[in-house]
């Protein structure tokens, strides 16, 4: 399996015991509280896998309770690791990787019955714990009898490669909107090869059927990954209208490499505003300072869920074609500047709940340094795990933020300055003095 799976899906559980209002189940949520709550969801999944093993005898009484002690310490110990401010996405990571080996016999087990029955054959691979179908036009229709199958227990498919096209999606988003569906968590990524070319994978067609199925009223779905793909404006804003209806109830949304521009900003926002949208990924898009300003205001909107949020844009390089050119470069290269201060400034807001922001592969400059250090030293600040992968950011800047690390206020247990161009020796000594002396604090 490629390396460049890594990080492409955060894929959090729901809630094990979680309040319902209308029948759309509500996280709990806390600065500490949802992540752990989410974690719930993973155990009480490997405690189902057990529960159907022993069900078809695959196991007998006394293994089903020796799985469910593995369980149990698995659940003291990763939901520890939070406690203690391990990130989410890493906990959840490994977690799924210790129940690798019960994944791997529970899925074999369910679509072996499933084959057993219907004479269909399910192409599959379970790596890491997570269950990946591969997906194509050819087999596009067996993974949708598998999913609409009332005897299917698998509730978690990932699907990923070059194959991805709308004919297929069509097909599993019909069978998502079955009664009988139990998919929770479905990431249709593809390899990268078709955003960055602009040929292949899910296009506006096929981001408008799973629009659809979002907006059904049987829709389990509670993650939703399209990474890597062409949905375009329409597309997007069809899922993020689907996200606002009052019995969606889904928790994360990950649109990296979709290339979305300013056109999507207004659904997003109001996504945020009016859902159970936890966790946003919209890693390289192209919003402007307009864009930008309408997620941050929705950030500060009361009663939003939102804690982890990554959005990024592409570089607005140098030139040397014509000084007009030059000139659009470096308005563009302020905006980017305006939108990152927007962000930011949103971000400690009283009523932000962000956790976790990635501003990556973007122009901050020491410049936006002073912003960055007043969000870490802002005690209304939430925020413990910053990304500013990809900075021009100098000596002068890292010195403010090594300052705001050192505030008592300060939440951060971990922070990306990787790629910092124009830090020089002296910057890096204040970051290896600062690692000496706050050892509590990842600083990459």
Known sequence: MSNGLENHFAVPGNGGSPEVESGVEKQEHSEDGWSLELINDEINYFQEMVDYLRSIEQINDEQAQKERGKIEKWEEKFKQQLKEKANYETVRAKLRKAGNALTQRFVRANVQKFTKKTGVVIPYKIYDGEFFISESPDNADSIARFIRNPDTKVRKIRSWGAALMDEGVQKIADALKDPDCKVTELALENDGAASSSHEGGITTKGALAIAEALSDPSSKIRRLGLAHNRIGEEGANAIARAIQLPHSQVQELNLI????????????????????????????????????????????????????????????????????????????????????????????????????????????????????????????????????????????????????????????????????????????????????????????
């Open 257 to 444: 490499h979709n290339f979305l521009e300013d056109e999507c900003s207004h659904e997003i926002a109001e996504a945020i505003k009016h859902s159970n949208l936890g966790i946003l990924n919209l890693w390289m898009s192209q919003f402007g300072v307009d864009g930008v300003r309408e997620i941050a205001e929705a950030i500060k909107t009361p009663g939003n869920k939102l804690h982890e949020l990554s959005i990024s844009g592409h570089f607005y390089g140098k030139s040397e074609e014509s000084e007009e050119e030059d000139k659009i470069i470096r308005e563009g290269q302020e905006n980017q500047r305006q939108g990152i201060k927007i962000l930011l400034e949103a971000a400690h807001h009283q009523n932000s709940l962000l956790e976790e922001l990635r501003i990556e592969n973007q122009l901050i400059t020491n410049e936006n340094a002073l912003d960055i250090a007043n969000l870490i030293k802002d005690p209304n600040s939430k925020v413990r795990k910053l990304g500013l992968y990809w900075n021009e950011i100098g000596d002068d800047g890292i010195k403010e933020i090594a300052e705001a690390l050192r505030d008592p206020n300060s939440k951060i247990k971990e922070i990306d300055l990787r790629g910092s161009n124009k830090m020089t020796g002296k910057g890096e000594q204040i970051l290896k003095e600062l690692k000496k002396e706050k050892p509590g604090i990842k600083i990459l």
